[in-house]
């Protein structure tokens, strides 16, 4: 390997677990490119990062059209670095139950979760391939084992999980490792959003999560960020094909 930091690839890094996951990668000394939908959006954490020392670099891109994907991938490779590491975080939620799911709420969850990570993955395997050295990690959820009011996002997030074993495989004999994480329930503006529309006060929702968790607290994005940090390091580099729930306890 070069001197040079290694290049990590963050989506939907603007905010919440993906923002708190650029930060960690940058302080663990790699450079990140921050990906969001808007590239005006990624200007918080690309900030955040500058000023305690890292290098980042803001891009805009739909997750789900391929043009902006392998364009912004091209762009990263070429002001930072082909990329060695790739975290898949992007998501969003059209929550509601299945008699009441439209079939663009079904569309666009599969598109930003299943196909982002899938283009995301594509575009950026080929660098890794080539240096013989690489790690992506796909966000998957505790969802993944069904959750009311989310068919789409439940099938999603268990589709990543079979995504993230496949990739494994393949990619596995080029030095590639791929992981999933699978977050319980975090505080982010995705939860808020989540008590908002079901119509209870936030930190009473927390307090309710909290008293089903085994470790009596709801989960920060820097948890979930902290094992990110181990999935992508030289050292994980014997693990692989793995879920890895983030949810302070055990789930299935």
């Not at 709801?218 to 992508?232: N, Q, R, Y």
């Not at 793995?242 to 306890?249: H, K, L, R, T, W």
Request: hydrophobic share 50%; aromatic share 6%.
């Amino acid at each position: 390997m070069s001197e040079e930091p290694r290049v990590a690839i963050v989506t939907g890094a603007a905010r919440g677990i993906g923002a708190a996951t650029a930060r960690r990668l940058a302080a663990d000394g790699l450079a990140v490119a921050v990906v969001d939908i808007e590239e005006a959006a990624t200007k918080d954490t690309v900030d955040a990062i500058a000023a305690a020392g890292g290098r980042a670099l803001g891009v805009g891109a739909d997750v789900s059209d391929r043009d902006q994907v392998e364009a912004a991938v091209d762009r990263i490779a070429s002001e930072l670095g082909g990329p060695a590491v790739l975290v898949n975080n992007a998501g969003v939620l059209r929550d509601n139950l299945l008699f009441k799911m439209t079939s663009a709420d079904w569309d666009t969850v599969m598109g930003v979760h299943l196909r982002g990570a899938f283009l995301f993955s594509q575009a950026a395997q080929k660098h890794m391939v080539e240096r013989r050295w690489g790690r992506i990690v796909n966000l998957s959820s505790t969802s993944a084992l069904g959750n009311r009011g989310q068919a789409n996002y439940a099938a999603a997030k268990a589709g990543l999980q079979g995504f993230t074993k496949t990739l494994a495989i393949e990619l596995g004999p080029f030095g590639v490792t791929v992981n999933a994480v699978a977050p319980g329930f975090i505080v982010t503006d995705m939860t808020a959003a989540t008590a908002a529309r079901m119509k209870v006060d936030f930190d009473d929702f927390q307090k309710h999560a909290a008293a089903e968790i085994p470790v009596r607290r709801p989960g920060l994005p820097e948890d979930v960020a902290h094992t990110i940090s181990f999935l992508v390091s030289e050292g994980a580099g014997f693990v692989s094909g793995q879920v890895i729930y983030v949810a302070g306890g055990p789930r299935d």
